[in-house]
């Protein structure tokens, strides 16, 4: 199982990236599909979510910003990152989890918006 992640950059506060997740060895249409992010020291928080029937859920801090969505004929889960703020810098990872299976993760990709 395979979880590649890209899109990342620098970007100014203010502007927009688009994250992409693709997946591999995995039944995708199978799984929930989430983005988190994390910084030095902290633990990683999860950023949004979107169930395999479509269902979204975001954390607060991001709420009217950010969107996720998922394409299953791609097998590949997309972060849409408007209005970007400094504390947004992090690096993102996504992940893929249902019942009965490991949790997968991806290599990250890092995010720097600067002021």
């Known amino acids: 199982v395979q979880l590649q992640a890209s899109g990342g950059g620098l970007v100014q506060a203010g502007g927009s990236l688009r994250l992409s997740c693709a997946a591999f060895g995995i039944i995708f249409s199978d799984f929930n599909m989430g983005w988190y992010r994390q910084t030095p020291g902290e633990q990683r928080k999860l950023v949004a979510r979107i169930t395999t029937g479509g269902n979204t859920n975001y954390a607060d801090s991001v709420k009217d910003r950010f969107t996720i969505s998922r394409d299953n004929a791609k097998n590949t889960v997309y972060l849409q990152m408007n209005n970007l703020r400094p504390e947004d810098t992090a690096v993102y990872y996504c992940?893929?989890?249902?019942?009965?299976?490991?949790?997968?993760w991806g290599q990250g990709t890092q995010v720097t918006v600067s002021s």
């Open positions: 992940n893929a989890a249902r019942v009965g299976r490991p949790v997968y």
